[in-house]
């Protein structure tokens, strides 16, 4: 098993930026790809980034030359750098893992809410 905690979240202005952390524990060797999928009021459950082990790193349109993912692996680590947050980024984010043997982790979430 895979356990992710997420932190980070909070209320900024337009325009600003929040840098999320998600920490996994438990399985993690087991851990092939990790990224953030965001959820606002309303709507369904969206991909914002992903990255790979080997590094490959894939974004929504929406999002890309805003937002960064990294990945530390020595401290079990993904983070997503937001930078000139819209106020259409107010949501829950969500971090993701998917291990080796194809299964998916959620963790509990973290609001992200940018005024206008």
């Known amino acids: 098993q895979v356990q992710l905690v997420e932190s980070g979240g909070g209320l900024v202005q337009a325009g600003g930026s929040l840098t999320l952390s998600c920490v996994a524990s438990?399985?993690?060797?087991?851990?092939?790809?990790m990224g953030w999928y965001r959820q606002a009021p309303g709507k369904q459950r969206e991909l914002v980034a992903t990255?790979?082990?080997?590094?490959?790193?894939n974004y929504a349109e929406s999002v890309k030359g805003r937002f960064t993912i990294s990945r530390d692996n020595a401290k079990n680590t993904v983070y997503l750098q937001m930078n000139n947050l819209k106020a259409e980024d107010t949501a829950v984010y969500y971090c993701?893992?998917?291990?080796?043997?194809?299964?998916?982790?959620w963790g509990q979430g973290t609001q992200v809410t940018v005024s206008s």
């Open positions: 993701n893992a998917v291990t080796n043997r194809g299964t998916t982790h």
């Open positions: 438990g399985s993690i060797f087991s851990i092939n790809a």
């Open positions: 990255i790979e082990s080997v590094g490959f790193r």
